[in-house]
């Protein structure tokens, strides 16, 4: 039996920002549908960080809260590799709001 796929915006892929794009939109008003390629999410993450930016855009949909209540704020990042340092620097915060990048893994950003 084929699923009802009326809707006015068919999204691909289910990962943070094609959810994102289905929330503004269906809260603008449109009928939105989202597929991916795996039938649940994936049991490993692909992003570390959500950055001050998306969080500033997330922030009127009540989902950057959300986020930042359950992840960790930051201001400075260090990324090791098997020879040492590989990054170490600062990171900003966005300066329109004042959010901080905020350290959560994407498998938790999906739930």
Do not use: Y
């Not at 068919?10 to 989202?34: R, Y």
């Not at 390629?37 to 989902?63: E, M, Y």
């Not at 704020?73 to 990054?87: D, L, V, W």
């Amino acid at each position: 039996m084929a699923a009802n796929m009326d809707c006015d915006v068919l999204i691909i892929g289910a990962g943070p920002t094609g959810m994102s794009a289905a929330i503004a939109l269906h809260d603008a008003g449109f009928k939105v549908i989202i597929i991916d390629k795996h039938q649940s999410g994936l049991s490993f993450s692909r992003a570390i960080l959500v950055n001050s930016q998306t969080l500033s855009l997330l922030k009127p949909f009540g989902i950057a809260d959300k986020i930042m209540a359950r992840g960790h704020p930051f201001s400075s990042i260090t990324i090791n590799g098997p020879e040492g340092i590989i990054i170490k620097g600062s990171v900003d915060a966005d300066s329109r709001s004042a959010v901080h990048p905020t350290s959560l893994p994407q498998l938790i950003t999906e739930k």
